[in-house]
């Protein structure tokens, strides 16, 4: 076998080798970008006509302040 | 949307139905010959691609050699500028026009403090600094906000907004921005300190709408970033630098481009509608008749995907990116003498967005074909051979004119042997998804850290 002979096979199992590879790259790639966290079914309440409703959070005071307000109720 | 989906499914049936009618005509002068049909398809098969792949190499050969010879001229023009340099317009340091430097963020806490630590180290007398941070979910802001803080000479403003991506970001950026040229770069890039001083003289031409930057890779650190930084080093050296020579830059790379506020806002800021947004804008300014320069010494460090699966992510958003932008633009093709230039400059993007990597396929999947059934593994060798030579007569080139590590010429094999198979499988099966039309998101990479 000559080196050309050998070269040409190195480089055909080479080239057969890589395409295999860049199409199980690719579909590795495809099925990493699809799974993703699965949406929480229940998280947001909806009004009628499907608009979140808002959500109040409770607005944070100092003590010293808060005191103050519970004293004044 | 249903209907352009059913006209190209429908043409291409037409042209398949086409191509079938030919082989049964041909079939009658078989069977008068007493030949084997099968034998007749395979013919004309392998004679056709004989003929396709002679014709992809002959342009191949041709793009090396035009992009060697202006990119050659581009840097011969550019050492006699610096010979005969008199000394910016703006002579004093205080009249130097204003640079806003606009940074997109969208969760690079790993990365900001080191990139704004970079650019506080710019040379130059005049800038400021906007970071839009686009709804980071990670410690962005707050890393950002700590820089802004300890800055006392170059102001900096740290601005957040709901999440809307990179172009919605870069046209907040514009709309906050004081100066009279804008710098937009990303979030993990990494600038040399003259960027600014080497860009701006370049605005002394009224033409220039726009400057590109040099991209260089930071993270050398395995084959896979080797072998891009020899990618970056190319594609800058030789494509852009003789686009450079006829002022037809045709991207604008993300991570650094310098505009003039003015233009940007002529042409109505970033695009939302297209995943390459940098080349968009691009060809925006093209189309409105602005020259785009290069400027190789301004550098900016990037971080590139250090695995295969990063690589391909990134691949595949950049192929069907451009993509997207050139089919905006599409009307250009088959408008030659009204459009000049810029037409011929789309069909180059598309060559290289589709035709050859689909042709690089082809040419391998053809080569295997006839070595494994004729046993002729030699002819795959000669062609690989070929491609091979122009890689390392390229990359020795770029290598030299860009003063870069030698080494990096060994990866032009490496680049043939396996890297270039890969990513253009990836490229192929992206301009198929795009052609089809589905539906992708942005991808962003996870960041290493290592500016």
């Not at chain 2, 710098?183 to 960027?195: E, F, P």
């Not at chain 2, 072998?227 to 993300?254: H, T, W």
């Not at chain 2, 690989?384 to 990096?408: H, M, N, S, T």
């Not at chain 2, 060994?410 to 396996?418: C, D, E, P, T």
Request: with cysteine; glycine share 6%.
């Amino acid at each position: 076998m000559d080196l050309i002979s050998i070269l040409a096979t190195v480089i055909l199992v080479t080239t057969i080798g890589t395409m295999v590879i860049g199409v199980g790259a690719f579909a590795a790639f495809k099925l990493r970008d699809k799974r993703k966290p699965s949406k929480a079914k229940s998280g947001v309440l909806q009004n009628q006509a499907g608009v979140p409703d808002p959500i109040f959070l409770k607005p944070y005071l100092p003590p010293e302040l808060e005191k103050a307000a519970l004293e004044l109720e | 949307m249903a209907l352009k989906h059913w006209v190209r499914y429908a043409s291409t049936a037409f042209v398949f139905v086409g191509l079938m009618g030919l082989l049964t005509l041909s079939y009658r002068t078989v069977r008068e010959n007493e030949g084997s049909f099968s034998a007749l398809l395979e013919n004309y098969v392998l004679a056709g691609v004989s003929f396709y792949l002679l014709f992809f190499l002959v342009l191949l050969v041709l793009r090396y050699a035009v992009f060697i010879i202006y990119s050659f001229l581009d840097h011969l023009e550019n050492l006699h500028k610096q010979r005969n340099y008199k000394g910016p317009r703006y002579r004093e340091e205080n009249s130097l026009p204003m640079v806003s430097v606009v940074v997109p963020v969208f969760n690079e806490g790993m990365v900001i403090q080191p990139a704004l630590r970079a650019l506080l180290e710019l040379d130059y007398p005049n800038y400021e600094i906007i970071v839009v941070d686009d709804g980071s979910t990670d410690d962005t802001y707050d890393k950002s906000m700590a820089v802004a803080r300890t800055s006392k000479l170059i102001p900096i403003r740290v601005v957040t907004k709901r999440n809307g991506g990179k172009a919605e970001a870069l046209n907040t950026g514009m709309t906050l921005a004081r100066g009279e040229f804008i710098l937009n770069m990303d979030g993990d890039t990494k600038l040399t300190r003259n960027t600014l001083r080497v860009c701006i003289p370049h605005f002394e031409n009224p033409s220039i709408g726009a400057v590109a930057g040099n991209v260089k890779v930071l993270n050398r650190e395995n084959i896979w970033t080797n072998i891009q930084s020899l990618e970056y080093v190319e594609g800058l050296a030789m494509a852009r630098k003789a686009q450079s020579f006829i002022r037809s830059v045709n991207i604008i790379p993300g991570p650094i481009g310098i505009f003039r506020k003015s233009v940007l806002k002529q042409v109505g800021g970033y695009d939302h509608d297209t995943f390459a947004e940098d080349c968009d804008l691009t060809l925006k300014l093209l189309m409105q008749g602005w020259h785009i320069a290069y400027e190789p010494r301004a550098v900016a460090w990037v971080e590139t995907p250090s695995h295969l699966l990063d690589l391909i992510k990134q691949r595949y958003r950049w192929t069907r990116g451009i993509l997207q932008a050139t089919a905006k633009h599409r009307a250009v093709l088959w408008t030659p003498r009204k459009s000049g230039i810029n037409c011929y400059i789309l069909w180059y993007m598309l060559f290289e967005g589709i035709l050859w990597p689909f042709s690089t396929l082809l040419g391998n999947v053809f080569f295997i074909y006839v070595s494994l059934t004729m046993g002729m593994a030699t002819l795959l060798f000669f062609w690989w051979l070929q491609l091979a030579v122009l890689d390392v007569v390229a990359a020795a080139y770029c290598v030299i004119i860009e003063e870069e590590d030698p080494a990096l010429i060994f990866y032009a094999i490496m680049f043939r042997l396996f890297y270039i198979n890969i990513t253009d499988v990836s490229k192929v099966f992206a301009s198929i998804e795009e052609w089809r039309g589905k539906s992708m998101t942005w991808g962003k990479l996870d960041r290493e850290g290592k500016l």
